[in-house]
């Protein structure tokens, strides 16, 4: 069974971005409902680091967070993203909602994780070759780039949490 993962984006100047993004006129018959309001992410990539010492290994400055990419189906939202883009509109909070398949066999938001203070760095046009049948189940793709003052990491679930915001140095520990 699939586990998605469904963005909520927030804009300064344009407000609630991915309102009706998930919807019938948005994105056809693939909507479900509940999530009318937030974007269903295909994919997600993201990585943080720390540089290290190649002689040591031990640690050699502070940490790296590469922009957090999500890719995701033409949608109401995609002009929008643009136009963020384009104008470097803040986007106060964006929130990933994580699912998962609980016991039950139902999906369950389990984890989530909260950009503030984040700017759409990077779009990219995704559309596999469409005269090679083996793309038939695809569909025209936009590749997002989110850079961010601070992240959040919640797991709804099991009640931990975490953050990290790039303008506060990393502690010694």
Not at 97 to 125: M, N, P, S, Y
Request: proline share 6%; glycine share 6%.
């Amino acid at each position: 069974m699939p586990t998605p993962a469904y963005i909520s984006i927030h804009g300064k100047n344009q407000g609630h971005i991915s309102k009706g993004a998930f919807t019938a006129d948005s994105v056809g018959n693939v909507y479900v409902e509940g999530h009318e309001d937030e974007i269903l992410a295909q994919a997600i990539d993201h990585t943080i680091c720390t540089p290290t010492d190649p002689q040591s290994g031990q640690p050699a400055g502070q940490r790296v967070h590469e922009p957090l990419i999500f890719t995701s189906a033409l949608n109401k939202a995609s002009p929008m993203l643009y136009q963020a883009l384009a104008t470097g509109e803040t986007l106060p909070t964006v929130e990933v909602k994580w699912f998962r398949t609980c016991g039950e066999g139902k999906q369950q938001h389990f984890f989530t994780t909260k950009l503030e203070d984040a700017t759409v760095v990077k779009i990219e046009t995704v559309l596999p070759h469409a005269q090679d049948s083996s793309n038939a189940n695809y569909t025209q793709l936009i590749r997002t780039s989110l850079a961010y003052r601070k992240i959040s990491w919640i797991h709804v679930v099991a009640g931990t949490e975490a953050s990290d915001d790039w303008r506060k140095p990393a502690a010694a520990g």
